[in-house]
């Protein structure tokens, strides 16, 4: 249970009680807080008060909140590499091989349940599977991911990536050389016919999605690439590249693979390098990123010294 006191003083004398809470913190929204007070959770100098009472100079004003359920998830004591971190948000560098939710199958081990050891409490808005998460990679995509710890900064966030204002930048290696030196793929996005594990460039039934790319490095079989995704539909990046025939490097669902005495990448080789967003309390805008990991470096490094 966490408990909040505050003092009225003069200037806040006559305001409604939920009007004060919600200009007396940071954390949880006015008609959160409405909620909180219809459950009982606030106090006036010791008395249960409706949202609407008005208050008083001297009024003793205490909020008690208890803090979110998440249900069966076990709290991991597991390394996370903090990219940021303060009061409302924080972004990590997520590693490839990490999902980042519980799901059937993956129980333990998740970004989830290494947040629940390193935060004391985390925004429950995501749901009691997902607490404080905002966004997500898959499982095998490495790079930046963002988590709110309460809910104003919860509702901030994916506000943004809700009105695209947040912007991303990702690399990524694929198969064959890309000609072009930049484009637009701007394909609808839709759940494979047969396949339900699957997703695929449509024109029926699909989600608009737009992706735009930029050549950085062509290396014999394959291209180094970067990638700057407008919307955040399911596999997006890895169905868009494989629309116009040139799916990640490893990536074993879209057709990555490849044979032959190459080097072989054992995931596919996709990087959430950086994330611009406004910080979600003060409106500062911050730029988070991820170096590339050493396993697509060291590939690129490879057919970089084979070249010369």
Same mark, same amino acid.
């Given at each position: 249970m966490r408990r909040f006191e505050f003092l009225v003083n003069s200037k806040h004398q006559a305001l409604r009680l939920d009007v004060f809470l919600s200009e007396s913190q940071s954390e949880f929204s006015r008609s959160h807080l409405k909620k909180l007070i219809e459950q009982g959770h606030a106090s006036v100098n010791d008395s249960l008060a409706q949202a609407k009472y008005k208050l008083k100079a001297g009024d003793r004003v205490i909020l008690s909140v208890l803090p979110p359920i998440v249900s069966g998830i076990e709290a991991e004591s597991i390394p996370l590499k903090i990219i940021y971190e303060d009061d409302a948000m924080l972004a990590v560098n997520k590693p490839a #091989?990490?999902?980042?939710?519980? +799901?059937? #199958?993956? +129980? &333990? #081990?998740?970004l989830v349940n290494a947040l629940l050891s390193h935060c004391s409490d985390l925004s429950g808005i995501g749901g009691v599977e997902r607490p404080g998460i905002v966004h997500r990679l898959d499982k095998d995509t490495s790079g930046v991911v963002l988590i709110a710890k309460n809910e104003i900064a919860h509702r901030a966030i994916a506000e943004q990536f809700k009105n695209r204002k947040v912007k991303k930048i990702y690399l990524a290696l694929v198969r064959g050389l890309v000609k072009s030196a930049s484009g637009i793929i701007d394909t609808s996005i839709g759940r494979h016919k047969t396949n339900r594990k699957k997703m695929t460039a449509t024109t029926e039934h699909g989600r608009q999605a737009e992706t735009r790319y930029k050549v950085l490095e062509t290396l014999g079989h394959f291209t180094y690439i970067q990638l700057f995704p407008k919307t955040g539909r399911t596999h997006q990046i890895r169905v868009h590249l494989a629309s116009i025939h040139h799916p990640i490097l490893g990536d074993k669902l879209y057709g990555g693979i490849i044979n032959g005495s190459y080097l072989k990448m054992h995931r596919q080789a996709l990087h959430a390098h950086k994330i611009e967003i406004e910080h979600p309390i003060n409106k500062v805008p911050l730029v988070f990123e991820a170096p590339l990991p050493p396993d697509i470096n060291n590939y690129l490094m &490879?057919?970089?010294?084979n070249q010369n």
């Open positions: #091989g990490m999902v980042v939710h519980p +799901a059937p #199958g993956h +129980a &333990k #081990g998740t &490879k057919y970089r010294q």
